[in-house]
């Protein structure tokens, strides 16, 4: 170098200084003795080059959406928030108190049925019973008429034969035989008689019995129809109640309760979180060229490389995504079972890999009319040899063409570098970002305490603010139903009295045909099956009728309304509101559930999702580990149904639509917080390099670079960083355990 050209590279080098210390606060420590160098140079090595997009990701779960088909009233939820279900477990149940009523009538009507089908198969087969003994007895006399007739007959016989010797009798004597023989005659007349008349009652008999046979076939072939109608109906009835009742369709945890009391068709009432199906979603988009040339997708946890898989979104997401204006983030199965829901990854996006290929540091190369170039150095001095490029990792660039391996490459410097002092690089963790939110104690489940009634007088209204379960909170006067009621217990006299009765006429029946003994043995047991037959068709029916007048009485007279459970209760009456007339949608108050007490956190930022472990800090300094277990969209009306998996619904939410709070259990149960902050974290990622921000320069359409001490002499590096907190910088590429980095760089 000629004195001309190093007066020349050191008017440069202070020129470059000047700019790098504007701004710059003039209290910094003393500068050491400033680095001059000549021409620098680095070798061309052969390398791996990848060539990827790295960018963040989430480990989050399937989500399972319940939802009813029609809008119900009046909601009971049987669950709450981080509890663990499984498939089938009921998770809430609305108001059917009208089936469950219909279903009870039902259920009495068929037991009538079936009782009065019993009764009257009995009753025809104890009938038939007796005409067999009828049919017997008459078949026993005529075979004793027939033997009697037989008797006589024979010894007629012998008379005939005894006459017949006396043919030498008198003329009287022939008379008399004669008129012997005329009695004989009309005996056999009348025998015959009576033969056919046994016979018509035999054939009348036996024609009842087959009556009597087919009307219980016809009456039983009858009554399976009633039964079949009655068991459709109630089928039907118990399909709806279980319409109304809300159950698990995979095993997981609450991660979202409505907590209305009146849930709309297909709202998602309640979300369950399915842990067993995780994927890792990433945290923005990916550009059209990068999916196309995107060959394969990893991640490093816990200090090991983890593939992933895409998990591309079927045609009917797409179609939803479209209909919402929802961007559709890249997402990638889990096969990983180490990873737990929350976590948050460097997610590497493949697109070329290149082995055993020449490579220089991408500071090397230089871009001139659209052709590319390197320095090579060759006896001190520069040469410039155009080269040809393949892909680039952000530090270093495939040379295809132009370069050799171990070529000598110049390494652009200025000739004097000034620095504070120099720190060795070192693996660490690095926690990526934080969030902070107000946090406090509070309930989810707010109920909205009505009379249900219409017309309903207030009598009395409660001053308590703070309720047991079954604390009397109102009673009202309610006068429409009383002439229903009336009627009914008239009824339930009136059925009362015809039961006696009957019960007393039918077991002095019973009484009198014990007295006539065994001949009266079918009729005493047709009696008897009379008796118990009343006495069901009487339970049943005033069963009815009871059950019916104690639905009324709830809504009829004193209705006393009474806390479901304890907690704090905000009245819209006091105690002087008495006379106020009432609708059956009228607010008495509003009663917070206090048996589910959770940290809530406001969410309007979207910081908290359900699975993500925080820090809470207190007012007075003490700090808490907890656990986010509800956090999720409330099921709005505009996000639908996308798609099954294993017969399993699952839904897709729109993060702008979160709802607005989050709900915090600490792992310490005994811990008692009343107000302070929550802090979310990333899960802290080990075995990393992590620099103070400061020290990461910036070249516009270059990239990222610090400045380190390689063989006593400064170089300019490029770097990779991922995601960048207020004071550190995650390096992914460029830099490696023990390198030399320069700080205070001016």
């Known amino acids: 170098m000629n004195k001309k050209q190093m007066i020349s590279m050191g008017m440069t080098f202070a020129l470059l200084l000047g700019m790098i210390g504007c701004g710059k606060n003039s209290e910094i420590p003393k500068l050491k003795k400033p680095v001059s160098e000549s021409v620098q140079s680095v070798k061309a090595e052969k390398k791996s080059i990848i060539e990827e997009q790295v960018v963040m990701g989430d480990v989050t779960s399937h989500y399972a959406g319940c939802h009813y088909t029609e809008d119900k009233q009046k909601v009971e939820y049987f669950v709450t928030y981080g509890e663990h279900v499984t498939k089938g477990q009921v998770l809430a149940k609305a108001d059917c108190s009208e089936y469950e009523a219909q279903l009870e009538d039902m259920n009495n009507q068929l037991q009538q049925e079936k009782e009065q089908t019993s009764y009257e198969k009995k009753h025809i087969e104890l009938e038939i019973k007796q005409k067999k003994l009828d049919q017997k007895k008459a078949e026993q006399l005529e075979q004793q008429k027939k033997k009697a007739a037989q008797q006589k007959k024979e ?150 490389e983890v593939e992933l898989k895409e998990q591309p979104y079927s045609e009917s997401e797409q179609r939803l995504a479209a209909r919402n204006s929802m961007v559709l983030k890249p997402r990638f199965s889990v096969e990983n079972k180490k990873m737990v829901l929350g976590d948050y990854l460097d997610v590497h996006i493949v697109i070329g890999e290149s082995s055993n290929t020449v490579a220089v540091p991408t500071t090397c190369l230089y871009t001139s009319d659209e052709k590319q170039y390197v320095y090579k150095v060759v006896n001190g001095k520069k040469e410039k040899c155009f080269v040809e490029t393949g892909i680039t990792n952000g530090t270093d660039v495939e040379i295809t063409s132009g370069v050799e391996e171990g070529d000598d490459i110049f390494y652009p410097i200025g000739e004097k570098i000034k620095y504070t002092e120099t720190e060795t690089v070192k693996k660490g963790e690095i926690s990526l970002w934080k969030q902070t939110s107000v946090l406090k104690l509070g309930y989810p489940r707010e109920l909205e305490i009505t ?208 709802q607005t709070m989050a709900y915090i259990q600490l792992k310490d149960e005994t811990a008692e917080v009343s107000s302070g902050k929550a802090s979310v974290t990333s899960n802290a990622i080990s075995n990393v390099i992590a620099l103070p921000g400061e020290e990461v320069k910036r070249e516009e359409n270059v990239g990222e670079y610090v400045w380190i001490l390689k063989d006593g002499k400064p170089y300019k590096q490029y770097i990779v960083t991922l995601r960048n907190t207020d004071s550190e910088c995650w390096v992914i590429r460029g830099l490696s355990e023990g390198d030399v980095i320069l700080k205070g760089v001016e």
């Open 155 to 304: 010894e007629q016989k012998k008379e005939e034969e005894k006459k017949q010797e006396e043919e030498a009798e008198s003329v009287e004597n022939t008379d008399a035989e004669q008129s012997t023989e005329q009695e004989t005659t009309e005996e056999k007349e009348e025998q015959q008689e009576n033969t056919e008349e046994e016979q018509e009652s035999a054939q009348a008999i036996r024609a009842d019995i087959r009556r009597m046979e087919t009307d219980l076939e016809y009456k039983k072939q009858l009554s399976d129809i009633h039964i079949s109608k009655y068991n459709k109906e109630i089928a039907a009835m118990k399909e709806k109640i279980s319409e109304n009742t809300l159950t698990a369709d995979v095993d997981g945890y609450v991660a979202y309760i409505a907590f209305k009391e009146e849930a709309l068709a297909m709202e998602n009432i309640v979300m369950i979180a399915d842990t067993e199906k995780l994927y890792v979603e990433l945290q923005e988009e990916l550009s059209e060229p990068t999916q196309k040339a995107m060959t394969r997708v990893y991640t490093t946890y816990l200090g090991e």
């Open 451 to 658: 009379t249900g009634v219409d017309e309903a007088k207030l009598t009395y209204a409660t001053d308590k603010r703070q309720v047991e379960k079954g604390d009397v909170l109102a009673t009202v006067q309610v006068d429409t139903g009383q002439a229903d009621v009336e009627e009914l217990n008239s009824q339930i006299d009136s059925l009362e009295r015809q039961y006696k009765e009957q019960k007393k006429t039918g077991e002095e029946a019973v009484r009198q045909l014990k007295k006539q003994g065994e001949e009266q043995a079918v009729a005493l047991a047709i009696a008897k099956l009379e008796l118990q037959h009343n006495e069901a068709i009487y339970t049943l029916q005033k069963k009815a009728l009871s059950v019916e007048l104690e639905r009324l009485k709830k809504k009829t007279g004193t209705v006393t309304i009474v806390a479901s459970c304890s907690g704090n209760y905000e009245s819209e009456f006091s105690s002087d509101s008495e006379h106020t007339i009432l609708r059956a949608d009228h607010l008495l108050g509003t009663l917070t559930d206090q048996t589910m007490p959770y940290y809530q956190s406001d969410n309007m930022r979207n910081v908290f999702h359900y699975g993500d472990h925080v820090s809470v800090e207190t007012d007075n300094g003490d700090t808490y580990e907890g656990e986010v277990v509800g956090a999720y969209p409330a099921g709005n009306q505009e996000v639908n149904f996308v798609g099954e998996d294993d017969n399993v619904t699952y839904y897709m939410m729109d993060p702008i639509k979160q």
